[in-house]
């Protein structure tokens, strides 16, 4: 790999607009709406505005979950967000989110509407709110955040790092790919190694620990983003993630969960909005109980 470059920083960085890569025309250095839209509400008290990528299949998991748990309260209605068409920046929705980021809450269970941003959060304040897939034990429950917090400071690298620079870049830059490669596949053996030890993240119990990481992690090892990103970092061999993944996106919750606000992939496997348990038809029905 050569060790020099023909690019030298300026003194005061400009935003170039024409930069590429995929994502170049969402992307911009500043906050704030770049339009004026309001957002649909819907019937139930908790309101998610969201698309179906892993940050926001954390969200619909959970709410999925709580539900085929017996949590009534949990009904939710789900509004597609196409990012890629900038939805996140019109003004409802930076009133929810002030970081133009999906997935985002309204709770409006209560007499005054709760506003919750970023997954993690808003899978804390689900889990303490229904009492559920949270440990009471003061042990298992710093356990059970540690690894949540684990993956809310840990994914960036793997989706903003690794996934952008080996999919998503303009060209391909060697020192990148293998910067985030290495801290990817150093990622999964922290898993590897603490799921060769218990069921769960948390320990024997399924908790949203397991929820926030399952979408980014299993989805990596079981070779589904990124390409053939699965095979370029081996993930065959962390064996101990691959049989927790396994048994996770067996579960018929998980499954109707990763339907939601999905847009890419086969239309029996998508559910652009979800207002309603019925919304998942009788064909997918089937498919998820077998």
């Known amino acids: 790999m050569s060790e020099t470059s023909d690019?030298?920083?300026?003194?005061?960085?400009?935003?170039?607009?024409g930069n590429g890569g995929t994502f170049a025309n969402i992307n911009r250095p500043t906050a704030g709406p770049?339009?004026?839209?309001?957002l649909p509400i819907g019937k139930h008290p908790l309101q998610l505005y969201s698309l179906g990528t892993p940050n926001g299949q954390k969200v619909t998991i959970l709410l999925e979950e709580l539900l085929a748990a017996g949590h009534e309260g949990a009904e939710y209605d789900a509004w597609l967000i196409k990012i890629g068409e900038g939805e996140q920046f019109g003004s409802g929705f930076v009133e929810v989110n002030p970081n133009s980021k999906i997935p985002a809450l309204m709770d409006r269970s209560g007499p005054t509407p709760i506003r919750v941003f970023e997954s993690g959060a808003i899978l804390l304040h689900l889990a303490e709110k229904f009492g559920a897939f949270l440990p009471t034990d003061p042990a298992k429950r710093a356990e059970c955040l540690s690894w949540?917090?684990?993956?809310?400071?840990?994914?960036?690298?793997?989706?903003?790092?690794f996934g952008h620079f080996y999919a998503y870049a303009p060209f391909k830059i060697e020192?990148?790919?293998?910067?985030?490669?290495m801290e990817v596949k150093r990622q999964l053996d922290v898993l590897d190694r603490r799921l060769k030890e218990s069921a769960y993240l948390a320990g024997d119990d399924y908790t949203i620990a397991d929820?926030?990481?399952?979408?980014?992690?299993?989805?990596?090892?079981?070779?589904?983003?990124y390409g053939d990103a699965g095979e370029f970092l081996s993930a065959h061999e962390y064996t101990n993630v691959l049989r927790w993944a396994d048994a996770l996106f067996?579960?018929?919750?998980?499954?109707?969960g990763r339907m939601v606000n999905r847009m890419p992939g086969e239309l029996s496997e998508q559910l652009r909005e979800r207002h309603d348990a019925s919304d998942f038809d009788t064909r997918t029905q089937d498919k998820l109980e077998g």
């Not at 917090?149 to 994914?155: C, D, I, K, N, V």
């Not at 929820?211 to 983003?225: E, F, R, S």
């Not at 067996?250 to 109707?256: E, F, I, L, M, S």
Request: proline letters at 7%; hydrophobic letters at 45%.
């Open 175 to 181: 020192y990148a790919i293998d910067r985030f490669a």
């Open 34 to 38: 770049t339009h004026d839209k309001e």
């Open 250 to 256: 067996a579960r018929p919750a998980v499954k109707r």
């Open 7 to 17: 690019y030298t920083s300026p003194k005061v960085w400009v935003w170039n607009k």
């Open 148 to 161: 949540l917090f684990w993956q809310m400071g840990s994914a960036p690298y793997l989706g903003g790092g």
């Open 211 to 225: 929820i926030a990481v399952l979408p980014w992690y299993g989805a990596v090892v079981k070779g589904w983003t």
